[in-house]
């Protein structure tokens, strides 16, 4: 997460003080997806940040559509009953966020339509006069196309309308839009600071916003975009010494082996998820992001081949002898800066594939613990060791990056990710896909050195408007998966074979601490923090490895 400036006294980050932010729009533009996607960001900051919707509250506190007033939605005059009820869910909206901002909370997402001027109006007065700072985020979309999705894909899936036909509940939801049409009043007053997003970020138009914490927020809302995607995660192969932080070596054979068997799995399992909603594969192109170290973006080679490799290296001393098929298919180019490089396939490749490499997604550096395994580093840094198991988030230990660290230097990549508008397969370390998966799925900050990655698990993330649904697939049971027993030249000690033995010696990228008393977080278990995993499905890991 983003390193603090500092702490004021009152506990809030940045100097900024308590932000409410009201959000602005008709129905079915976008402010939901907006709302959750800047509270991720935000706690990933550090920042203390909640969302209010009152529509989930009315939901919560009257029940679905069919339990409400006829006159509920509608414009004109209202009934007593009617008024009584949207006036409760208004107050009791206003008493959540008062009452966190009351418990050190810092900001709030008020995701409500607040169309009308004089609404907002009073209640950006009413929270200006007690020294919380307002910022009105109007979202506008004119696409019917995104409307339509939104609605489809959103809206007729929520309470309101559980049981109803699909195409009766989108035509009654038209007709809600309709209403709030007639009354809605776009936001041209100049009175507060307010962000105007244009089709979920196609423009962005901005007024009187000041402060640095403001200034992120606008920086992130810049960034993101509602378009259909997946996201895929997968540890990069074995290599030939995996031991060692320093020895940038390549894949071992098995590591080849790997690399294509993830190719095959990828390549069906995305195919199969686009068929389920409607997209043609051919029509998307699958992006692929690596760091620069040799193993990680060997592993994305065999996307860059027509067919896969009919055999696999058996001597690997560097990248000139990996297979010639795909350094033929290769072209390499590097922006100004040198930060990243893409590889693109020619025209002989059936996939529409683009890799890149990012330097900022290397695996953490374990400084003088490289190499070691935990009772090593138990025995000869015990004092160091005692405070990593206190806090293995925060703990850097001697010419070390801590898990924060990594996180700070990650963050460029996590709005990289937010803007990344085609389906992505992340190839990496397990240390950095802890970090992107602990912000995507919204885990706190002491989880992330938990999560174990499993080479041969593959993580399929999908962002929607309410989070994200995972699910977790199992494709690999060869050598090297969990750093299992294999040595360098890739024999089995004399009564292992057959047998699952962990290589410790590559500390942070096999190695999941236990934290605060809670147990490591799988892959599995990640899929069953999403709503949407689905058991015991074609390709579904069945245990938690």
Not at 27 to 54: D, N
Not at 310 to 334: H, K
Not at 375 to 399: G, I, L, M, N, T
Not at 483 to 494: A, I, L, P, R, S
Request: overall charge neutral.
């Amino acid at each position: 997460m983003a390193a603090p400036l500092y702490t004021t006294a009152s506990g809030l980050l940045f100097h900024a003080g308590k932000i409410l932010i009201l959000t602005v729009g008709l129905p079915a533009r976008g402010k939901t997806h907006i709302s959750r996607a800047l509270e991720r960001y935000l706690r990933w900051m550090g920042v203390k940040t909640q969302v209010v919707s009152l529509g989930d509250y009315r939901r919560k506190t009257l029940g679905g559509t069919k339990k409400l007033p006829p006159d509920y939605f509608t414009l004109g005059e209202k009934s007593p009953e009617t008024m009584a009820l949207r006036k409760m869910v208004s107050d009791g909206c206003e008493k959540l966020f008062e009452d966190f901002f009351e418990a050190g909370g810092q900001v709030v997402i008020y995701d409500a339509n607040n169309g009308s001027r004089t609404t907002r109006q009073a209640l950006a007065e009413k929270y200006d006069k007690q020294g919380i700072h307002v910022i009105i985020l109007e979202s506008v979309c004119d696409n019917k196309e995104v409307i339509e999705t939104n609605i489809r894909n959103v809206k007729i899936s929520s309470p309101d309308y559980r049981g109803w036909d699909p195409d009766k509940a989108v035509e009654d939801y038209y007709g809600r839009i309709r209403d709030r049409e007639k009354s809605y009043e776009t936001v041209e007053e100049t009175t507060w600071p307010f962000i105007r997003i244009i089709n979920v970020g196609e423009k962005i138009m901005v007024n009187n916003i000041r402060g640095y914490l403001q200034s992120r927020i606008v920086f992130f809302l810049m960034n993101i975009h509602n378009r259909p995607r997946m996201i895929y995660f997968a540890r990069s192969g074995q290599s030939l010494i995996e031991h060692s932080y320093k020895a940038d070596s390549d894949l071992s054979p098995a590591g080849w082996e790997y690399a294509e068997r993830l190719k095959e799995f990828v390549v069906e399992r995305r195919a199969k998820s686009l068929e389920q909603r409607g997209f043609d594969p051919n029509d998307r192109r699958l992006v692929i992001w690596t760091s620069t170290r040799r193993r990680a973006h060997h592993t994305a080679w065999p996307f860059l081949t027509p067919t896969p490799s009919t055999s696999i290296p058996q001597q690997l001393p560097l990248a000139a002898t990996a297979p010639q098929s795909a350094v033929a298919r290769n072209v390499v180019t590097t922006d100004e800066a040198g930060e990243l490089t893409e590889t693109k396939a020619t025209t002989g490749s059936p996939l529409k594939v683009k890799v890149i490499e990012k330097t900022q997604m290397s695996e953490i550096n374990p400084g003088v613990w490289d190499g070691l395994t935990p009772d090593q580093a138990r025995k000869f840094y015990s004092e160091e060791w005692a405070r990593f198991v206190k806090d293995p988030y925060a703990f850097r230990a001697p010419r070390a990056e801590s898990y924060h660290d990594l996180s700070v230097r990650l963050e460029p990549i996590l709005i990289e990710l937010e803007r990344e508008k085609e389906d992505l397969l992340i190839i990496g370390h397990s240390s950095v896909i802890r970090c992107l998966l602990a912000y995507l799925i919204g885990l706190p900050a002491s989880e992330i050195p938990a999560i174990e990655i499993a080479r041969g698990d593959l993580l399929e993330v999908v962002p929607t408007s309410y989070g994200v649904h995972s699910q977790a697939f199992h494709f690999w049971d060869g050598p090297g998966r969990r750093g299992e027993g294999v040595d360098g030249d890739g024999d089995q000690e004399e009564g292992e074979v057959g047998k699952s033995r962990r290589d410790e010696t590559n500390f942070y990228e096999n190695y999941a601490e236990d934290t605060k008393g809670k147990k490591r977080m799988t892959a599995m278990d990640l899929g069953f923090l999403s709503p949407s995993i689905r058991e015991g499905g074609e390709g579904a890991m069945a245990d938690g490895t």
